[in-house]
């Protein structure tokens, strides 16, 4: 079965330059997530998105942003990067028709910020 | 404050023994519970979850269990494999503001089975 895509899978960037992670949803999936896993932590909830609106947010700083897109894929852009963003970053997603929302989840993106 | 808690970083069993791993909340409002296991340098993958509505829920080898009074739930894994060793993440829902479930985790789990 397909699962979730996310591409890169490792991303090496520098103190205040700007990254984009990409997220491609199980198809016929409605919502997407994001979450953040720092180093020996647990997975933070940053935003979520259902058909292709901002949905709720959580812990994410300003200087991210997220959206949806018409094929349902979506992407994080973080701008001004901090040594401190450096973490897993996750996406998952789910669908709303089958009344349990299971999120499944991507194999993440690993930014390490220098 | 952490809403989701395992207390026990981490668990060691013989193969073929029943594996408990064990998970309290403290949000009542959350309405659906999830377990995901976890390996290094990969996502977490969905293995059981149970709605707030029952007490069990059983696939397999592994079974949840919910006891809504006490916020307290478990995965038992019977029988344990070398397989399964992994970090489990314990994870609660909670319906947010804009329709979404939001996934609160607990810190995690290692879960050692010996051969």
């Known amino acids: 079965a397909a699962g979730v895509i996310q591409s890169p899978r490792h991303l090496i960037k520098e103190k205040r330059e700007t990254a984009t992670l990409k997220c491609y949803p199980i198809p016929r999936h409605d919502t997407v997530y994001w979450y953040q896993q720092g180093p020996g932590q647990d997975p933070q909830f940053l935003i979520s998105?259902?058909?292709?609106?901002?949905?709720d947010k959580g812990s994410i700083p300003d200087r991210f942003s997220a959206q949806q897109f018409s094929d349902y894929h979506s992407e994080l852009n973080m701008s001004s990067l901090e040594l401190g963003d450096s973490a897993l970053y996750f996406c998952a997603s789910s669908t709303r028709f089958t009344g349990e929302e299971t999120q499944y989840f991507g194999p993440g993106t690993r930014l390490l910020v220098l | 404050d952490q809403q989701v808690k395992q207390n026990s970083p981490s668990l060691s069993v013989q193969e073929g023994r029943i594996s408990i791993l064990n998970c309290d909340y403290t949000n009542s409002m959350f309405d659906y519970f999830l377990w995901y296991k976890k390996y290094p340098a990969e996502g977490p993958t969905f293995l059981i979850s149970?709605?707030?509505?029952?007490d069990k829920n059983e696939d397999g080898r592994f079974t949840v269990f919910l006891n809504k009074s006490a916020k307290h739930l478990s995965l038992h894994i019977v029988p344990s494999q070398p397989g399964d060793s992994a970090v489990y993440f314990c994870a609660a829902s909670e319906k947010a503001m804009g329709g979404s479930e939001k996934l609160v985790f607990g810190k995690g789990m290692k879960l050692t089975v010996n051969p």
């Open positions: 149970i709605s707030s509505i029952k």
């Open positions: 998105f259902y058909e292709k609106m901002q949905s």
